[in-house]
């Protein structure tokens, strides 16, 4: 059903009352990103899901440690998007001074929310940005019936002379959310995308909550990129790594690259808007048509923001307790 916008983050703001109102605007802002490009899994259901973010209380302030073109940034349980969107801006800072900036995140034990709210920002500040973020096990390893990585998302982005393009997959067949909303819905899932807590194919949702995700292509490099985002967004920053433990610091791993370094800004946001516009020239397989990740998001959120309103399953919004 569709619902007004500013109904929309007005239900969100009372659910969140108890934050901070500094942590709340972020939150709000990221979760309506969420569901004004269609990313239903990262929206308003993160307020009922197993680590709803409103539920997890600070222990301290949140600290930031520099070192040359690198900060480690400690959230303490403050808000997961808050912190983030903190880190962001301080590798945003960096690469403008340095060229290039590194931020570690740590102290979060909740989701980030969409990634590509943040590799926008990223992109508006005419950088490329790079960043991956680690949770609670619930994805297999190649060949593996257990859960070792997280669903384990990783995104890039690219400004250019029009829309930024930007990229922003998980490794595993689907979000631990999107199964939850799959769930809520009582919709069956894809064949070979989970397992039940015996190692056997499932397509029922709860099911799998009890097992595990399979990789997104069931293959040995999807299962090495899980890895690699779980030591880059882990131990590298000091987060936990092939945890099952919810307590555990996630962690997020942010890098941005100033392309003045390099080949010049504006010569590389040409290239990018030229390769873009090479793919979507290219010749279309038979009753398809070409188009490039993160295309359709952008145009349903600005869709979304021209009526201000924005279409939500009616299951979801009762399972938040916004109707």
């Given at each position: 059903m569709f619902v007004k916008l500013d109904w929309l983050e007005s239900k969100t703001r009372e659910t969140i009352a108890h934050l901070p109102d500094e942590e709340i605007d972020i939150v709000v802002d990221a979760l309506l990103w969420a569901e004004t490009t269609g990313n239903s899994d990262m929206g308003i259901i993160k307020l009922a899901g197993t680590e709803p973010i409103q539920d997890v209380a600070p222990s301290g302030e949140i600290n930031t440690t520099v070192n040359k073109c690198a900060a480690s940034i400690h959230g303490h349980g403050h808000a997961a998007p808050y912190t983030?969107?903190?880190g962001v801006n301080k590798a945003i800072e960096l690469a403008k001074h340095h060229g290039v900036g590194i931020t570690g995140v740590t102290g979060i034990r909740t989701s980030t929310l969409c990634q590509t709210y943040y590799l926008e920002k990223i992109a508006a500040a005419d950088l490329i940005g790079f960043?991956?973020?680690?949770?609670?096990?619930?994805?297999?390893?190649?060949?593996?019936?257990?859960?070792l990585f997280g669903t384990n998302p990783f995104g890039f982005s690219f400004p250019s002379n029009e829309d930024p393009f930007l990229f922003d997959p998980s490794t595993s067949s689907m979000t631990w959310y999107d199964l939850i909303v799959k769930n809520i819905q009582g919709v069956r899932l894809p064949e070979l995308t989970a397992l039940d807590d015996l190692g056997n194919y499932t397509c029922i949702p709860q099911k799998a909550m009890e097992g595990a995700l399979l990789l997104r292509d069931r293959s040995q490099t999807n299962s090495m990129m899980a890895m690699t985002v779980e030591l880059l967004a882990g131990p590298l920053v000091g987060a936990a790594f092939m945890s099952l433990e919810i307590e555990e610091d996630w962690g997020t791993f942010i890098m941005t690259i100033d392309p003045d370094i390099l080949c010049g800004t504006q010569v590389f946001k040409q290239s990018v808007s030229d390769a873009v516009k090479i793919i979507k020239e290219s010749k279309a397989a038979y009753g398809t048509q070409v188009r490039l990740p993160g295309?359709?998001?952008?145009?349903?959120r600005k869709e979304a923001l021209e009526i201000k309103r924005v279409d939500i399953d009616?299951?979801?919004?009762?399972?938040?307790?916004?109707?």
């Open positions: 983030t969107l903190l960043m991956c973020s680690r949770s609670p096990a619930v994805q297999t390893g190649f060949n593996s019936i257990e859960p295309e359709d998001s952008l145009r349903k009616e299951r979801l919004l009762k399972h938040v307790g916004f109707m």
